[in-house]
């Protein structure tokens, strides 16, 4: 009688990585420690990737950055240390629904026994996942081994679905054990309701055609869901104008004859709100109603005459369906018989920049003069405060070549954001638009780039301070030191970097970045404190006349 040979099953760290290739996890960003080297040291034997850097903060955003552009990202870090240095950078990616994979090692369970107290605890051996639990949409710790590998499957399975991170706690005593019975993946997804889908579809089409001025509304779940050719088919087959949110910025090439620009309400340029908010069929696609996107709630949205479709409901005038994936409407919405319009008239070209004089450089200038100078292949990662409003109204030549943190809004993604679009996609040269102040926070982060041997250009926005702030209320606390951005390439031992106060002295900068690859430029652009783009006065007034003095709305 033959016998029959129990197959060893993989380890828990093991099942782990090849879940998260599966997914698409090349790269693994963060830094180790003494609960989290078992699980490292399996890491660096698979062909995934480890990307070390300066903070832990830095590997979250750069995680963050990566996963919008790859589709997925992961960090690991250890524990409590690394693992709350990381809660600010996941938040971002849990109210932006960026999918990344938090791995955090732990304290091994034979070690908690009698609740000693270890270093790096916090209160009790739940604390990390207890907070973790408020900023992701799941977090688990693998306790048992035999539940180890669905319990990894469910949480992989949440981050792809709903497009926000996940968190996994890894005890050391854990990584290397194995479960004594077989597991098999199963993917697990819940159909669209064929009979909501064909009742919503029919009354969207009969709004869009009748309605005399269509217009669509772009926003970020575009992007997070990989729907941007279907948008463009919907908006090439019906000749509807289309505009994006500062969220979605990118979702479409803005090269497109249909593009409208951004809008941000009375933030925004007059022509965008006035064919937005003057539509009698709006389309909103994977919008996100947030202050930002909405220009500080001064947006006028008539919601009783629009469609709205993202990732949690499909709404068509008042009446709410259930039960429709997102993608699936779009994708019937791109193939129905929906009235075509004629193309629209071509639109005037941006008027002809003019050449850089010797004068000094000033905000709405600098952006003229960098609009004018990208091209296909850079990706603007953009910080918040004046590059991004500033940013606003750059032509973004193809889809997802603008990333920004432009609902969170959390200073220092910029520069670790860079890090993660070089590794997600080599053919992209990330143009890093970042001010002083969060460079401050998060610049180091130069020193990874450095390691991985990328050439990305940062254009510092040095005004000395918290512009922003300023405008809503001034005061010494808004000051920094003022940095010579331009020497850190001696203190790195690498790249290139010039200070500029003029434009002629930014333009000459500026061919001298492009030219130079193999290792990062850094051009320190020096502007008047109070120097803004329109859009930021327009922010700042608008903040300032919502709160009081106490931070209250009065």
């Given at each position: 009688?033959?016998?029959?040979?129990?197959?060893?099953?993989?380890?828990?760290?093991?099942?782990?990585?090849?879940?998260?290739?599966?997914?698409?996890?090349?790269?693994?960003?963060?830094?180790?420690?003494?609960?989290?080297?078992?699980?490292?040291?399996?890491?660096?034997?698979?062909?995934?990737?480890?990307?070390?850097?300066?903070?832990?903060?830095?590997?979250?955003?750069?995680?963050?950055?990566?996963?919008?552009?790859?589709?997925?990202?992961?960090?690991?870090?250890?524990?409590?240390?690394?693992?709350?240095?990381?809660?600010?950078?996941?938040?971002?990616?849990?109210?932006?629904?960026?999918?990344?994979?938090?791995?955090?090692?732990?304290?091994?369970?034979?070690?908690?026994?009698?609740?000693?107290?270890?270093?790096?605890?916090?209160?009790?051996?739940?604390?990390?996942?207890?907070?973790?639990?408020?900023?992701?949409?799941?977090?688990?710790?693998?306790?048992?081994?035999?539940?180890?590998?669905?319990?990894?499957?469910?949480?992989?399975?949440?981050?792809?679905?709903?497009?926000?991170?996940?968190?996994?706690?890894?005890?050391?005593?854990?990584?290397?054990?194995?479960?004594?019975?077989?597991?098999?993946?199963?993917?697990?997804?819940?159909?669209?309701?064929?009979?909501?889908?064909?009742?919503?579809?029919?009354?969207?089409?009969?709004?869009?055609?009748?309605?005399?001025?269509?217009?669509?509304?772009?926003?970020?779940?575009v992007h997070r869901y990989g729907l941007g050719i279907e948008l463009t088919r919907l908006v090439e087959s019906t000749g509807i104008p289309i505009a994006v949110t500062i969220l979605g910025k990118s979702v479409i090439s803005e090269l497109h004859p249909n593009y409208l620009g951004v809008y941000e309400g009375a933030m925004g340029r007059t022509d965008v709100r006035?064919?937005?908010?003057?539509?009698?069929?709006?389309?909103?696609?994977?919008?996100?109603?947030?202050?930002?996107?909405?220009?500080?709630?001064?947006?006028?949205?008539?919601?009783?005459?629009?469609?709205?479709?993202?990732?949690?409901?499909?709404?068509?005038?008042?009446?709410?369906?259930?039960?429709?994936?997102?993608?699936?409407?779009?994708?019937?919405?791109?193939?129905?018989?929906?009235?075509?319009?004629?193309?629209?008239?071509?639109?005037?070209?941006?008027?002809?920049?003019?050449?850089?004089?010797?004068?000094?450089?000033?905000?709405?200038?600098?952006?003229?003069?960098?609009?004018?100078?990208?091209?296909?292949?850079?990706?603007?990662?953009?910080?918040?405060?004046?590059?991004?409003?500033?940013?606003?109204?750059?032509?973004?030549?193809?889809?997802?070549?603008?990333?920004?943190?432009?609902?969170?809004?959390?200073?220092?993604?910029?520069?670790?954001?860079?890090?993660?679009?070089?590794?997600?996609?080599?053919?992209?040269?990330?143009?890093?638009?970042?001010?002083?102040?969060?460079?401050?926070?998060?610049?180091?982060?130069?020193?990874?780039?450095?390691?991985?041997?990328?050439?990305?250009?940062?254009?510092?926005?040095?005004?000395?301070?918290?512009?922003?702030?300023?405008?809503?209320?001034?005061?010494?606390?808004?000051?920094?030191?003022?940095?010579?951005?331009?020497?850190?390439?001696?203190?790195?031992?690498?790249?290139?970097?010039?200070?500029?106060?003029?434009?002629a002295e930014f333009a000459a900068a500026w061919d001298r970045a492009r030219a130079h690859r193999g290792s990062f430029s850094i051009i320190n652009i020096r502007l008047e404190q109070m120097d803004h783009c329109p859009a930021l006065q327009r922010l700042g007034e608008q903040m300032a006349a919502n709160l009081g003095p106490s931070g209250k709305k009065v």
């Amino acid at each position: 009688m033959a016998r029959t040979v129990a197959v060893e099953q993989p380890t828990i760290g093991a099942y782990l990585i090849k879940r998260l290739q599966d997914f698409g996890v090349r790269h693994v960003f963060g830094i180790p420690g003494d609960y989290v080297l078992g699980f490292y040291e399996q890491l660096a034997k698979s062909p995934i990737h480890i990307i070390g850097t300066v903070q832990e903060d830095g590997a979250g955003f750069a995680a963050d950055a990566y996963a919008r552009v790859n589709g997925i990202g992961a960090v690991c870090v250890t524990y409590c240390v690394g693992g709350l240095s990381l809660a600010n950078p996941i938040a971002g990616a849990y109210a932006e629904k960026s999918p990344v994979v938090v791995i955090s090692g732990a304290p091994g369970m034979r070690e908690r026994v009698n609740d000693p107290m270890l270093h790096h605890k916090v209160k009790s051996f739940s604390t990390q996942r207890e907070i973790f639990e408020r900023i992701t949409a799941a977090a688990i710790v693998i306790d048992d081994a035999e539940a180890a590998f669905g319990r990894i499957d469910d949480a992989l399975r949440v981050c792809w679905q709903q497009k926000r991170p996940v968190y996994i706690e890894l005890p050391r005593d854990m990584v290397d054990a194995r479960p004594r019975h077989a597991h098999v993946s199963q993917t697990v997804e819940v159909p669209t309701d064929a009979d909501a889908l064909a009742e919503a579809l029919a009354e969207a089409v009969g709004l869009l055609n009748k309605a005399k001025r269509p217009v669509i509304l772009a926003d970020v779940e575009v992007h997070r869901y990989g729907l941007g050719i279907e948008l463009t088919r919907l908006v090439e087959s019906t000749g509807i104008p289309i505009a994006v949110t500062i969220l979605g910025k990118s979702v479409i090439s803005e090269l497109h004859p249909n593009y409208l620009g951004v809008y941000e309400g009375a933030m925004g340029r007059t022509d965008v709100r006035e064919a937005v908010e003057g539509s009698d069929c709006l389309l909103m696609l994977g919008t996100f109603l947030t202050d930002v996107n909405l220009g500080v709630f001064t947006a006028k949205l008539d919601r009783s005459l629009a469609i709205e479709a993202t990732s949690e409901k499909v709404q068509v005038s008042r009446h709410r369906y259930d039960g429709i994936a997102f993608g699936d409407f779009l994708r019937a919405l791109a193939n129905a018989r929906i009235r075509k319009r004629a193309l629209p008239k071509a639109r005037a070209r941006r008027a002809k920049v003019a050449k850089p004089g010797d004068v000094p450089m000033r905000a709405t200038r600098l952006f003229e003069l960098l609009n004018d100078r990208l091209v296909d292949g850079m990706a603007v990662v953009c910080d918040v405060g004046l590059c991004l409003f500033g940013a606003i109204d750059l032509v973004i030549h193809r889809k997802t070549e603008f990333l920004a943190p432009a609902y969170y809004t959390s200073m220092g993604f910029a520069v670790p954001g860079a890090l993660g679009v070089g590794c997600a996609n080599k053919d992209l040269r990330p143009v890093v638009l970042v001010g002083d102040g969060a460079f401050q926070m998060t610049g180091m982060e130069l020193s990874s780039i450095v390691r991985q041997r990328q050439d990305p250009i940062v254009l510092v926005l040095n005004n000395r301070g918290y512009t922003t702030e300023r405008f809503i209320k001034d005061g010494r606390f808004n000051d920094i030191l003022d940095w010579r951005y331009e020497l850190l390439p001696q203190i790195l031992g690498t790249g290139w970097g010039a200070a500029v106060s003029t434009e002629a002295e930014f333009a000459a900068a500026w061919d001298r970045a492009r030219a130079h690859r193999g290792s990062f430029s850094i051009i320190n652009i020096r502007l008047e404190q109070m120097d803004h783009c329109p859009a930021l006065q327009r922010l700042g007034e608008q903040m300032a006349a919502n709160l009081g003095p106490s931070g209250k709305k009065v």
